[in-house]
């Protein structure tokens, strides 16, 4: 079977056409072959070559066009360009070997079957010829094809070596069994759990590309239980599993926040791609297990949890390099107020609470309340259905009142300046206080939001602390 049929993209032939006029041999590779087969688009080329990569790449290119700007990465060996909608790389083929002390391969020159050995399972080991007297051969030297039709995934040599050599790939087959629904074969997660220990000399930055493709995976649970049972957890999220398990006094028990967050963090993923709020389901019960208490009258509380969680992701995102900007703002301002829609529903929806949440929430009021809705994970459906109810209760107030007050990104109708401007006053106490009455008035609904009562409120509060116009 020719299967250079099933390559789409144009730069195969060209490829394929330039090596033999180069008198090499070239073979597309990894994930696009593999991709094939499970009829999934697939976006980076990499082409190998048994020969020079850069030489090919540059040969290529020149054929297609003398304007596109190659890439050349001499100390790796490799060379890429953009071309159509995709990032095509090349590549020698090599050898590697690797010595225990060090993660960095000893690499040479070799053969496609050298580095078909060195490629991370038997999927990702196919390749494709694209030139000479094998062109449009596919090459499957380690049983990948039939990996895919049993949904494997295994290694291509001795898994004991291959993740010893390269740690990360222990959390690649976890990504992949997540991320295609595959199972990792026995002997290859054993080999897993034994080498778990490696991972710590693998950069946070490489691991956390590899949580964050399991998070926006279908079912980001399969592999988060999968990290768990080989121990890979441990290894740079242990707070998550401090979640796991469950305690009983007097018959009392609280459920299992590590179920129950993958519950949430699946939840949202039905519902959601974006990272960051994966982020915080995935966070917002994490200072559980350092916040539960025993209370013969109520049980098992939990008190304040939302605001050390909140605490607790400012030191693992430090921990994971995670970008320490708005997006952790904005996952800590998601954890620190995911309590709060279910406490207006248990008191009372009045106008003023919603009116508070619309403040502190702003712009993320929406993520917040798919939060709120993943976070009901009863096994009750009476009472799910009751909190889903009043969630829709509150949406629809918190609608009502969007329109009416406009308290997203809420900004004083009476600015600072302006105060002081009036009283005569420089930056100081008395100003503070005039601004803070002037939200809290608007926020309970006591005056409107707008210029007129709230200049009317601050002449008032500005007599009541004594302050005279200034009459300049
Ligand atoms: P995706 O692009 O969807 O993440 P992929 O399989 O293309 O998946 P890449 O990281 O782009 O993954 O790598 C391309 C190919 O290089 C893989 O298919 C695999 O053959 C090989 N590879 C990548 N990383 C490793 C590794 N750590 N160890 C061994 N081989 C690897
Ligand atoms: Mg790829």
Redesign the pocket.
């Known amino acids: 079977m020719n299967f250079l049929d099933k390559l789409e993209h144009p730069i195969y032939g060209i490829a394929g056409e330039t090596a033999d006029r180069l008198g090499v041999q070239a073979y597309a590779?990894?994930?696009?072959v593999?991709?094939i087969f499970l009829n999934r688009e697939?976006?980076?080329i990499?082409i190998v070559v048994v020969g020079s990569g850069i030489e090919l790449a540059t040969a290529v290119a020149s054929a297609i066009s003398p304007n596109i700007h190659v890439n050349v990465y001499k100390n790796f060996g490799t060379a890429q360009f953009a071309y159509k909608d995709a990032v095509v790389e090349f590549v020698g083929a090599r050898k590697e070997s690797y010595r225990p002390d060090s993660r960095k391969p000893i690499v040479e020159d070799g053969t496609l079957e050298d580095d078909q050995n060195?490629?991370?399972?038997t999927i990702?080991?196919l390749a494709i010829s694209l030139n000479g007297n094998t062109k449009g051969l596919l090459i499957d030297s380690f049983g990948g094809i039939k990996d895919i039709q049993d949904k494997i995934i295994r290694t291509p040599l001795d898994p004991d070596i291959?993740f010893s050599?390269?740690p990360?790939?222990m959390m690649?087959a976890v990504?992949?069994a997540t991320?295609l629904n595959f199972t990792i074969l026995d002997r290859t997660f054993q080999a897993i759990q034994d080498n778990a220990k490696r991972l710590e000399i693998i950069s946070k930055e490489r691991i956390v590309d590899e949580l964050n493709?399991i998070l926006l995976s279908p079912t980001p649970s399969k592999g988060i239980i999968l990290l768990e049972k080989s121990g890979l957890l441990a290894q740079f999220l242990p707070e998550l599993l401090a979640l796991k398990g469950v305690e009983s006094i007097d018959g009392k028990k609280h459920k299992d926040n590590f179920f129950h967050t993958l519950e949430v963090v699946d939840k949202i993923r039905m519902v959601s791609n974006n990272i960051w709020l994966l982020w915080a389901a995935l966070l917002h019960d994490i200072a559980k297990p350092r916040t539960k208490r025993y209370n013969p009258q109520v049980g098992w509380t939990f008190h304040g949890h939302e605001v050390l969680g909140a605490r607790m992701a400012d030191r693992i995102f430090k921990n994971l390099r995670l970008p320490v900007n708005e997006k952790l703002k904005y996952v800590k301002k998601l954890i620190s107020l995911h309590l709060r829609p279910i406490a207006l529903v248990e008191d009372q929806i009045t106008d003023s609470a919603v009116r508070r949440l619309l403040f502190d929430a702003g712009d993320d009021i929406d993520d917040l309340m798919m939060l709120c809705e993943a976070d009901v994970t009863s096994k009750n459906q009476r009472k799910v259905q009751l909190y889903l109810d009043n969630f829709a209760k509150v949406r629809v107030k918190l609608k009502e009142i969007e329109e009416k007050d406009r308290l997203r990104n809420w900004q004083p109708p009476i600015s600072g300046e302006l105060i002081m401007q009036t009283f005569g006053l420089s930056p100081s106490r008395e100003v503070g206080i005039i601004k803070t009455a002037i939200r809290e008035a608007i926020l309970d609904g006591i005056i409107e939001n707008d210029y007129n009562a709230a200049m009317e409120l601050m002449l008032k509060e500005g007599e009541k602390l004594g302050l005279t116009l200034n009459n300049r």
């Open positions: 590779v990894g994930g696009v593999r991709d697939s976006k980076d990499d060195r490629r991370d399972f990702n080991a291959t050599d390269d990360l790939r690649r990504r992949f991320q493709k």
